[in-house]
């Protein structure tokens, strides 16, 4: 056997000698994957398609002593490293080029306490697998709105999802979680031990350790919940936008809602003839018992004259996967976001305008209605600081051909330029891709604070394929 062929943290190629990779083999229990391996491209292969990365070397990870080795490993080598948790970060991050990726998408224990309603749940596991334990007995955690999604990743960088106003954030309900720093040391972190480190890693992306597990609250939802989905013709879109945002201005914070502006696809769950047609979707979760939530939610359904409307009570775990196959693993993606404020009248006229410019009918111009729980939750608990924007503007181009991809980039961008007028200048980490400016607007209060804790437990920046803080 040669040397295998790696990329160290400065950019330097190197080759690691065949005894280290040998001898890593024989401490390391999860597989070892490098590209001669039969399951190299299936390992390398993340849910954006716009993503094809080749790293020099994956070690898949059965349990939180292979991550601490695969860091150590990884530290004594210098190598640039990625962290995998579900792998669909938009921008790629869970894979690098030319080195190594720790990946943690084997590792899928769940323990569920009942009587203490809490979860404890390692990093390899998803929204899907998560909410069929904790719906088993009315119980959920705050996740996202798409349940093949990673846990890890999503509640690292906040975690915005249909209970945010019923019960905040996905990070604002973790209680403790196990990680494997910079130096390989396994560490248990909760608000009693390192409660610094503790409150940097919920909202700090991944930039300061290898997260194995994660200990979360539940709250008693459903099992049935009341859901909106409203689809109301674009050419109502002024007028049912402006009824959307009086309708937010006072909702309780059991809803938790968004509009989302796109087309209707070829599909059979919608009337043939309504096939192309451009929509407004009005979309909305009650967290609380059904029959109040239908007479709450009435109104969003009331806003103009549907087109169609799929609203019903259902099954929480079904809202939790309604929109999971608008998102299939190998379509092109690039998203990016703007918090707002408020939503201007203009505004309002903005995002119907640009959304009727998109290049593509699968992508979406979404305003998602934040605030209650996850706005009154101490930001000072976690490193997640954007608790006052009432609205996040979500810019989700989605497309099939990748002949395609400069247009619908370049649109993205544009259009993201175009609503900063109405905006803050800075958006969800979770939803941008890797070229994200400005971190630090990311994080307007706790940036020095954040950099100084990144140079205390990871000085050489070995946690970097992230929204990446610097050590300061
Ligand atoms: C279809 C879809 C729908 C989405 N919907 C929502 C939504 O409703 N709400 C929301 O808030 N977000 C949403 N997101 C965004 C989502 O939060 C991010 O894409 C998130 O990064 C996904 O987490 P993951 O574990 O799957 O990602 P990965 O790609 O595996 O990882 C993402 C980042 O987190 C780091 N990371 C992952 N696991 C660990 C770990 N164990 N320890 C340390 N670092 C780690 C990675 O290094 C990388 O930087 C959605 C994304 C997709 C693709």
Not at 311 to 332: A, C, I, K, T, W
Not at 342 to 371: F, K, Y
Request: hydrophobic residues 40%; glycine residues 10%; charged residues 25%.
């Amino acid at each position: 056997m040669s040397n295998l062929n790696a990329v160290t943290l400065n950019g330097d190629a190197t080759a690691l000698a065949d005894d280290a990779v040998t001898q890593l083999r024989a401490e390391f229990d999860g597989d070892v994957i490098t590209p001669e391996h039969r399951d190299y491209d299936d390992a390398r292969r993340v849910w954006n398609g716009e993503i094809d990365r080749r790293p020099a070397l994956i070690l898949r990870c059965r349990h939180a002593g292979d991550a601490a080795t695969a860091v150590r490993f990884a530290a004594r080598h210098e190598l640039l490293t990625a962290v995998r948790g579900g792998g669909h970060n938009v921008g790629g991050l869970a894979v690098c080029d030319g080195g190594l990726v720790i990946d943690l998408s084997p590792m899928k224990g769940i323990e569920l306490d009942a009587g203490q309603r809490r979860i404890r749940v390692d990093a390899g596991v998803t929204w899907a697998e998560l909410d069929a334990a904790t719906q088993k007995v009315g119980l959920a955690v705050p996740g996202g709105v798409v349940s093949t999604t990673g846990v890890a990743g999503l509640t690292l960088g906040g975690g915005i999802g249909w209970l945010r106003r019923a019960f905040g954030l996905s990070c604002d309900n973790v209680r403790a979680l196990d990680v494997v720093t910079a130096d390989g040391e396994l560490r248990t972190l909760d608000a009693r031990h390192e409660p610094e480190l503790f409150s940097a890693i919920r909202g700090g992306g991944g930039n300061f350790g290898v997260v194995t597990r994660f200990e979360f609250d539940c709250h008693p939802v459903g099992p049935d919940v009341m859901f909106v989905a409203a689809f109301y013709p674009s050419e109502q879109g002024v007028d049912v936008l402006k009824r959307y945002r009086a309708f937010t201005e006072t909702a309780p914070d059991a809803v938790s809602s968004f509009a989302i502006c796109g087309t209707i696809p070829d599909e059979p769950d919608f009337p043939t003839e309504l096939h192309g047609r451009d929509y407004v979707l009005i979309a909305a979760c009650y967290a609380g018992e059904a029959e109040t939530g239908a007479r709450t939610l009435q109104p969003l359904r009331e806003l103009g004259t549907p087109m169609h409307d799929m609203s019903d009570v259902m099954p929480f775990v079904d809202v939790q996967q309604l929109l999971d196959g608008d998102y299939p693993e190998g379509r092109h993606y690039y998203w990016k976001s703007l918090y707002m404020t408020a939503l201007s009248d203009d505004a309002i006229e903005q995002v119907l305008s640009l959304a009727g410019e998109r290049p593509s009918s699968l992508t979406t111009v979404d305003i998602w209605h934040l605030g209650g729980a996850m706005a009154r939750a101490n930001s000072g608990d976690t490193a997640f600081e954007h608790r006052a924007p009432e609205y996040l503007l979500g810019i989700e181009s989605n497309w099939d051909d990748p002949r395609e991809s400069d247009t619908n980039i370049d649109w993205t961008r544009q259009t993201c330029e175009r609503m900063g007028a109405y905006a803050e200048d800075r958006g969800y980490l979770n939803f941008e891709p890797i070229d994200a400016e400005a971190i630090d607007k990311t994080y307007p209060q706790g940036y020095r604070r954040l950099r100084a804790l990144k140079a205390q437990w990871d000085s050489k920046n070995l946690f970097r394929m992230n929204h990446n803080i610097k050590p300061g």
